[in-house]
């Protein structure tokens, strides 16, 4: 199956900082998505990008699907932005997401 | 509002026991799933569902069973045959299936199970 691995494993910030996530996949993909998981556990959906770029407030992704990566891009960091950053492909396996490990992002004021 | 509601939030069972987790959306998606996440780890599929009473093992499915009675409602049943159930568990859907289609997953807000 797919495979998808992230970098950094963490990242520690100043708030107003900028930060860049990697996600890299060994397969062509219908759905690559990137999620924040809060503190409470819930995954909030960021991007859905299997192809091109997007932007949303302080964040923007871009998916280049025939180089195989994703990269989510966080401007002027802040407090609430600290938590776990997913990314998830799908590949060629029916009925399933695969997650990388996650980047751990801690954002100090 | 729409979307998917997971209960209970937080869950505690004897060992031997088993418990029924509660996934249900409102959101018309055809296709439902279930993921377990331990402790700084990603997210692995136990069970989904294309369709209404159609269901697929996933890659951890041992100790689990699910039903799909209804396109809402997508129920996972912990049996006392897993082995290592403490765990955090995220319900998710989606129009069409993941794999097949361009289709975005939502995930509900989870449900911590602790056996004790």
């Known amino acids: 199956g797919i495979q998808v691995e992230q970098s950094p494993p963490d990242l520690i910030l100043q708030e107003g900082a900028n930060s860049t996530l990697r996600c890299n996949f060994s397969?062509?993909?219908?759905?690559l998505q990137w999620f924040h998981q809060n503190p409470w556990g819930q995954l909030i959906n960021l991007f859905y990008?299997?192809?091109g770029t997007k932007q949303n407030g302080r964040l923007s992704a871009t998916t280049v699907a025939t180089e195989r990566y994703s990269l989510l891009y966080i401007s002027s960091s802040q407090t609430t932005d600290s938590g776990v950053y997913f990314c998830a492909a799908d590949g060629t396996s029916y009925g399933k997401l695969t997650f990388g490990q996650g980047t751990i992002l801690t954002v100090h004021p | 509002d729409g979307g998917i509601t997971q209960s209970p939030k937080y869950l505690f069972r004897k060992e031997g026991q088993n418990v029924t987790l509660s996934c249900e959306q409102n959101?018309?998606?055809?296709?439902m799933y279930w993921y377990r996440q331990d402790p700084g780890q990603g997210l692995r599929l136990i069970y989904y569902?294309?369709?209404?009473?159609?269901?697929q093992k996933g890659d951890i499915a041992e100790g689990y069973s699910v039903s799909r009675e209804k396109k809402e409602s997508f129920p996972l049943t912990v049996t006392s045959a897993q082995k290592n159930p403490t765990a955090f568990y995220l319900c998710?859907?989606?129009?069409?299936?993941?794999?097949?289609?361009?289709?975005?997953?939502?995930f509900g807000q989870g449900t911590r199970l602790t056996v004790v």
């Open positions: 397969d062509s993909v219908n759905n």
């Open positions: 959101l018309n998606h055809d296709a």
């Open positions: 990008i299997p192809s």
């Open positions: 998710a859907s989606s129009f069409g299936l993941l794999g097949r289609t361009n289709t975005e997953a939502f």
């Open positions: 569902s294309q369709i209404v009473n159609d269901f």
